[in-house]
Structures are given as structure tokens and as C-alpha cells.
């Protein structure tokens, strides 16, 4: 019989593309089976294992993190193109995540029971038994941390599937989270879309957690609703980012709302990809813009210190942001090249897309109502505030929003018509998350929620045990086949 062909996955360094990073094994069918196997066997008990104790290993893994956090950023910035400093954050705030899931899943874990007239409920919370992660390549490190770290306290173990543009970095995380636990509880599955699709539809596997594009997201969706499999989808979004009239941006402001277009090169799904100012300003802020933006806009290797704008992820990226300049071009928009290229890069050696600013387009327009998910950016005028949420309504996305105003219950009371599922105020991208905020997007950008308290109970089923009061210990008891009583004393008679 001829053994399965083995298939190495190579990885590019966006900005060197001439220089491989290095490589990884894709796992063949047969072996994603196993590692789902491994995990069930692992699985009952390590939820047996006592919350405090689970706790005690996510500190040990965020522990093995930090002191591997040099490296390891390193090696990301090398494979994913993302600045250096950017990396030390991402790995950074991975720890952190881990840290705060220690400190706060034991006491949400808790059992909770309510003994009075009505009866005896008790309700526990249930790990599924294995988590499928599915994990994009633009912040590899964390977005593996905020399932890893909800699902193993929540006594889950956990397959994880990185993707195969950036999986270096991940990898080498997940064998020193695995190195803290017991074996079989984190595995690792490498491979492209065949191996997305076999774990999201195995058998065993108890809950999908996903996070990345729409066009994967329903395939694996899809999948997992062949096997009756719950799911947790964290997709693309179109986000807006709006200063309301009486917005008064400081330098320091228009600095932060800069890079939370084009941190990451734009890659990133909760980036503000459309920015609403009133019309009568579009020219005052578009030259107050570009100003901040060659304040802290420097495109250049991701390993030079001044880099703070790296290549877009791949070739194909690249192509696709290019298009959509180019399109925007013709339909008459009128485009503003942002910030510097650093000293002696060599734009020619990586995917290097230099950030751009829009004018001049309507919303029709595909780089306005499609995630462009690149270092492009449309500025677009407004009126009114009913229009205004009426253009940042449309469109099958709702992920994330923000609110730019010197009012701040102002801004709380427009967001609120806003139909997304996360909405800034006066800051956008990574600069308004929290570990304690539940992060998710509505429509087509997903369902379920990541990081806080949501975050853990996305990985838990609530188990409840009654023991009705009638059947109690004094209880009245009740007649065969009776509907219990409403929980208002002198009302409707069972």
C-alpha cells in the first residue's frame, strides 16, 4: 500500500520573498482523524481536572510565552510582515489574555444553585469535550490566545487549525502551551482548506470556533452544520469610522485614528475601512489627515525599528488592493498617497502596497462597500446624521463601528443606531478593546462573542438538575401530566 504523499507548506516572508522563513508539515486526512481522537481521549479529564488547577496552567503558558516572547515576535514579523513592536504587542497582549481568563474563569465557572419554594435548581456549566479553532494569519498569536485560553479553562481540550500563510509563530506557542498539559489536550492540525473542512465536519469535534474571511467562514460553517456542530464565526466587517460636527480631533487623535486604518497594512477586520466626516470639512480634514498620516506612516521592512507599515500578505493581496485603487481611479476618485517609505527599502523585494487615501467616491463604489482588507482608505462626505447611519447601515457587514465627538453621551446615543456588534467612542481598532469587552460582529460578519466573560461561555453548555418543590420533602406534590404553576403567587391553577 502506498503511504499518504506528505506535503511541506513553505513560508514566505512577505517582505523578502526571495528568503523562505521556514516550513511546516500539512497534516494528511488520517492524521487530523487522530489528532480529534487524541483530543477526545484527553478530553474527559482534563475537564475533570479542578477549575483552579486549569487555571494555574494558563499561567504557566502565558509564563513559557514571555520568556519566549523575543523570538517569537521575531519570527512573526518575519512571516507575517507585521511590524516588529506590532509583534511584541500581539505576543504581549497574548499573555494577558491568558492571565485574565486564569484570574476570571473559576468564579464565572462556578456551580450556582437557587434553593427555595419553587424547588431545588442547580446549574453547571458543561465543556463541549473538543474545540476546533480555526485561526487566521494577521494576528496569529492572540487570535489563537482568545480561544486557547476560554477553551482550556473551560475544560475543553482543543485542535487547532493555524493558517498557512503565518504558522510558524503559532506553532511554536502551541508546543509550549502543550509542554503545560496534559497529552492530547492541545493539538495542532497544519493544512489549507481541505483540513479546514474535514476538522470543522469531524465527528468528535464538539465546537467550531472560527475566525476569518466570509467566503471560508461559510464553507466551514457549512460543514459544521453537517455535523451538528455549534459555532462561534468571527468574520470580515466594513467598519466606519465617523466624527460627528462637533468633533474636535486633537493631533495626538487623528495620529491614533491614522493607524487604526493602516496598522497591520489595513489587514485587520475590525480596521476602520470607510471614515464619514460632515461635508462642509472634507477638505479641512482630508489636509489634517494626510498630515498625521506622515507623522506616523513609515512603509519599510518589518524588522527595521522605524517600520510602522509593513507588505501586505501575499502576492495575491497585493494584486486585489492594487485593483481596487485602480478602480477607484477610474470611477474619478481622486487618491493621496499617506506617510514615507523608509530609508533603503527595497519596495520591489516584498508585497509592498503603499497606503493611500480616497477622495471623490460614492458608495457604490467596491473599495466603499467591500472590505478592501489592505492599506487603502475612502473618505467620504455627509450631510446629516440620519444619512449618515443610513450609509454606514448598508451592506451585509456589521462587525464594528466607532463614534468621533466632543459629547460623549452624543456619541454613545449615534452609536446606538449603529447595526454592528462592537461601537468605539472617540477611538478605533486595537486602542478600544478591553479584555473584559465582548467582541463580535452582527449580519454577515458573524455570531457569538470573544474575549470577557461571553468569550468563556462560548466554550460551556449550562447543564440545569431540578428537583420541583411539589416532589420535595412537604411538597404538595402534583397531578399526572400537570403543567407547573406560574411563578406569580394566586395564579392560573396547574
Known sequence: MTPPRVAEITVEN????????????????????????????AAPGWARTPAADRAAALLRIAAGLEGAAEDLSVLLARE???????????????????????????????RHTVDDAGGLLERRLRPYGVVAALTPWNAPVILTAVKLAPALAAGNAVVVKPSPLAPLAVSAFLAGAARELPPGVVRVCHGHARTALRLAGRPGVGKLSFTGG????????????????PTTMELGGNDAAVLLDDAALTEAD???????????????????????????????????????????????????PGTTVGPVISAEAADRIRALV?????????????????????????????????????????LVCEEQFGPA???????????????????????????????????FAVAARLDVGFRFVNTHNRTGMALRAAFGGVKGSGHGREYGAEGLLEYVQPVLT???????????????????????AGGPAA
Open 80 to 110: 507575517s510582515g507585521k511590524p516588529l513592536a506590532d509583534c511584541r504587542g500581539e505576543v504581549g497582549y497574548a499573555c494577558a489574555v491568558l492571565r485574565w481568563y486564569a484570574e476570571h474563569a473559576p468564579p464565572l465557572l462556578a
Open 466 to 488: 431540578h428537583a420541583p418543590g411539589a416532589f420535595r420533602a412537604g411538597g404538595a406534590g402534583m397531578a399526572p401530566g400537570a403543567y407547573p404553576a406560574g411563578p406569580v
Open 254 to 304: 487623528l495620529d491614533r485614528l491614522v493607524l487604526a486604518s493602516f496598522a497591520t497594512a489595513g489587514q485587520v477586520c475590525m480596521a476602520a475601512k470607510r471614515l464619514y466626516v460632515p461635508r462642509a470639512r472634507l477638505e479641512s480634514f482630508a489636509e489634517r489627515y494626510a498630515a498625521a498620516a506622515a507623522r506616523v506612516l513609515r512603509l519599510g521592512d518589518p524588522l527595521d
Open 326 to 366: 485602480a478602480d477607484a481611479r477610474a470611477r474619478g476618485g481622486a487618491a493621496v498617497e499617506l506617510g514615507a517609505v523608509r530609508p533603503g527599502t527595497d519596495l520591489g523585494s516584498g508585497h509592498f502596497v503603499r497606503p493611500v487615501l480616497l477622495l471623490g467616491l460614492r458608495e457604490d463604489a467596491p
Open 14 to 41: 512577505p517582505a523578502r520573498t526571495a528568503q523562505p522563513v521556514g516550513s511546516v508539515r500539512a497534516q494528511t486526512g488520517a492524521e487530523v482523524d487522530g489528532a480529534v481522537a487524541a483530543a477526545a481521549a
Open 214 to 229: 466570509a467566503v471560508a467562514g461559510r464553507a466551514v460553517g457549512a460543514a459544521a452544520a453537517g455535523a451538528l456542530t
Open 377 to 411: 482608505l475612502p473618505l467620504l462626505g455627509y450631510e446629516d446624521e440620519d444619512e449618515l447611519v443610513e450609509r454606514v447601515n448598508a451592506g451585509p457587514y456589521g462587525l464594528a463601528a466607532s463614534v468621533w465627538s466632543a459629547d460623549e453621551q452624543r456619541a
